[in-house]
């Protein structure tokens, strides 16, 4: 049997139902000698009734992982490696390096006193800063320094370069970026610093002083360049907006509070092809479930609890990463009755948006809670 003759029957009208003949077999068979085939054969497995994600919901627990990210630096050097970083995988994807979707993350850990080489591709990426002092990104030239929850960017094309500063400590942080995506679109380009360093050419920290003030943008500021010009994006404004947008509104039934990282030039995503949201989940909140294309990658800046992702519980506490596949039913509790638990939120939603493949829905039944399997 050939490998186009995988015929998913279904008995339904419109939607392809042929029993194979030893004609047709034949007819199949013919067809492949000149790298064609029927698409009534394969058209039940390529064109889904609705999206089936490959990727399955994960986490993983800083805690078991932590001590693994730290022994790669008595391994490695981050020259010998170019970027010592521990990948996340989902084990649901054979496909490519993915930790949920066209999404790839990794943890990358850096000793006081290292620099990693200054380079630039055509994926773009995040940053997402998980522990230590001292650590700072350069790109194209702007320098900012780094800290715990800090969010930052490093969008498609742009020179950048991480480093620690001697005086710091071993720092660790999530990267985020769309390599898979760029890959599956066959548009990734990769290029190492002639230098193998970039000279900081602005003062530190400049662009998020410049671009990050609330409702202010820079009087004659310009700035057209497909991505946001706010590089980072700190933790304690971050979070003081939220605990100040929780005074004034109830929140999602879907997602507490929660608020989206934006250019502050065009109040969209961040970058082209990837958004991000930092969401604040009350004291012993449990948000309804829901279920939306695009894939999720959600990492626990602070708190702890639980979420249920398509009828399983899935256990976190902070600085714990797990992953939301796209039209996953899902919803998020809080743990705890005192505190709040905030989660920081990396997704595709810019390329879903854009291309106009954006669906959300509801779950109907259960008063909007899953039961659980
Ligand atoms: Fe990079
Ligand atoms: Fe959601």
Same mark, same amino acid.
């Given at each position: 049997?050939?490998?186009?003759?995988?015929?998913?029957?279904?008995?339904?009208?419109? =939607?392809?139902?042929?029993? &194979?003949?030893?004609?047709?077999?034949?007819?199949?068979? #013919?067809?492949?000698?000149?790298?064609?085939?029927?698409?009534?054969?394969?058209?039940?497995?390529?064109?889904?009734?609705?999206?089936?994600?490959?990727?399955?919901?994960?986490?993983?627990?800083?805690? #078991?992982?932590?001590?693994?990210?730290?022994?790669?630096? #008595?391994?490695?050097?981050?020259?010998?490696?170019?970027?010592?970083?521990?990948? %996340?995988?989902?084990?649901?994807?054979?496909?490519?390096?993915?930790?949920?979707?066209?999404?790839?993350?990794?943890?990358?850990?850096? /000793? $006081?006193?290292?620099?990693?080489?200054?380079?630039?591709?055509?994926?773009?990426?995040?940053?997402?800063?998980?522990?230590?002092?001292?650590?700072?990104?350069?790109?194209?030239?702007?320098? @900012?320094?780094?800290?715990?929850? &800090?969010?930052? !960017?490093?969008?498609?094309?742009?020179?950048?370069?991480?480093?620690?500063?001697?005086?710091?400590?071993? +720092?660790?942080?999530?990267?985020? !970026?769309?390599?898979?995506?760029?890959?599956?679109?066959?548009?990734?380009?990769?290029?190492?610093?002639?230098?193998?360093?970039?000279?900081?050419?602005?003062?530190?920290?400049? @662009?998020?002083?410049?671009?990050?003030?609330?409702? %202010?943008?820079?009087?004659?500021?310009?700035?057209?360049?497909?991505?946001? $010009?706010?590089?980072?994006?700190?933790?304690?404004?971050?979070?003081?907006?939220?605990?100040?947008?929780?005074?004034?509104?109830?929140?999602?039934?879907?997602?507490?509070? @929660?608020?989206?990282?934006? /250019?502050?030039?065009?109040?969209?995503?961040?970058?082209?092809?990837?958004?991000?949201?930092?969401?604040?989940?009350?004291?012993?909140?449990?948000?309804?479930?829901?279920?939306?294309?695009?894939?999720? %990658?959600?990492?626990?800046?602070?708190?702890?609890?639980?979420?249920?992702?398509?009828?399983?519980?899935?256990?976190?506490?902070? =600085?714990?990463?797990? +992953?939301?596949?796209?039209?996953?039913?899902?919803?998020?509790?809080?743990?705890?009755?005192?505190?709040?638990? +905030?989660?920081? +939120?990396?997704?595709?939603?810019?390329?879903? =948006?854009?291309?106009?493949?954006? =669906?959300?829905?509801?779950?109907?039944?259960?008063?909007? /809670?899953?039961?659980? %399997?």
């Amino acid at each position: 049997m050939s490998r186009f003759h995988e015929n998913h029957r279904e008995d339904v009208a419109g =939607r392809a139902n042929v029993e &194979d003949t030893p004609e047709l077999l034949a007819y199949y068979d #013919d067809l492949i000698k000149y790298e064609a085939g029927a698409l009534w054969t394969v058209a039940n497995k390529i064109e889904p009734w609705e999206p089936k994600s490959e990727s399955v919901p994960v986490v993983w627990r800083y805690n #078991d992982l932590r001590a693994h990210v730290l022994r790669s630096v #008595d391994l490695v050097t981050p020259e010998k490696a170019g970027r010592r970083v521990i990948y %996340l995988n989902n084990p649901g994807r054979q496909d490519v390096h993915a930790a949920v979707g066209w999404i790839y993350a990794g943890l990358q850990v850096m /000793n $006081p006193g290292e620099r990693a080489s200054a380079h630039r591709h055509s994926a773009s990426a995040i940053r997402f800063i998980m522990e230590g002092t001292g650590a700072y990104t350069v790109v194209d030239g702007h320098k @900012m320094t780094l800290g715990r929850n &800090d969010f930052v !960017l490093t969008p498609n094309g742009t020179w950048h370069e991480h480093a620690v500063e001697a005086s710091g400590t071993p +720092c660790i942080w999530q990267d985020g !970026l769309d390599i898979p995506l760029v890959n599956a679109l066959e548009a990734n380009f990769y290029e190492v610093h002639p230098d193998l360093s970039e000279p900081v050419a602005f003062p530190v920290d400049d @662009m998020t002083k410049t671009w990050g003030n609330p409702g %202010l943008t820079p009087s004659g500021g310009d700035w057209n360049n497909g991505y946001s $010009p706010m590089f980072k994006y700190e933790w304690e404004p971050t979070y003081d907006a939220l605990a100040k947008y929780a005074t004034a509104t109830d929140g999602s039934p879907f997602d507490g509070v @929660m608020m989206e990282y934006v /250019n502050p030039t065009t109040n969209g995503p961040v970058m082209k092809t990837m958004g991000a949201s930092m969401q604040m989940l009350r004291p012993g909140e449990h948000t309804k479930a829901h279920r939306h294309t695009g894939s999720y %990658l959600y990492h626990v800046a602070k708190g702890s609890g639980h979420s249920i992702i398509n009828g399983k519980r899935f256990d976190w506490s902070e =600085r714990d990463i797990f +992953c939301v596949p796209s039209w996953a039913w899902h919803e998020h509790v809080n743990g705890s009755s005192t505190q709040d638990a +905030c989660l920081f +939120c990396l997704n595709d939603l810019p390329v879903m =948006r854009s291309l106009g493949l954006y =669906r959300e829905e509801a779950f109907g039944e259960n008063n909007g /809670n899953q039961p659980l %399997l």
